[in-house]
């Protein structure tokens, strides 16, 4: 069972990550360009007003993409667990 719970849980880590970092680069974007942490291009890098823009726009998507990867990992576990399990968590 240990086994099972281990794998829902990194299941669910990308997605969540997805969410905490769309929102993050959504709401606090790193104040300058740099090369260690953000949404790192040539492109996005060439002015603070493309860096800013990037993070938004990066962030947007994340957070949209991590609602749908995970209903995307919710929904065929709870699907094999209806059909397994009663409603009282016995194997059928």
């Given at each position: 069972m240990g086994f099972w719970i281990f794998c829902l849980a990194m299941n669910l880590l990308l997605p969540v990550i997805m969410l905490v970092f769309g929102r993050l680069f959504q709401t606090r974007p790193p104040k300058t360009i740099n090369g260690l942490f953000g949404y790192r291009t040539a492109r996005s890098m060439?002015?603070?007003?493309?860096?800013?823009?990037?993070?938004?726009?990066?962030?947007?998507?994340?957070?949209?993409?991590?609602?749908?990867?995970?209903?995307?990992?919710?929904?065929?576990?709870?699907?094999?667990?209806?059909q397994n399990f009663d409603d009282f968590g016995r194997k059928r």
């Open positions: 060439k002015s603070q007003e493309a860096w800013n823009f990037a993070h938004r726009t990066c962030g947007r998507l994340w957070f949209k993409l991590g609602l749908v990867v995970l209903m995307g990992s919710i929904l065929p576990v709870e699907r094999a667990l209806k």
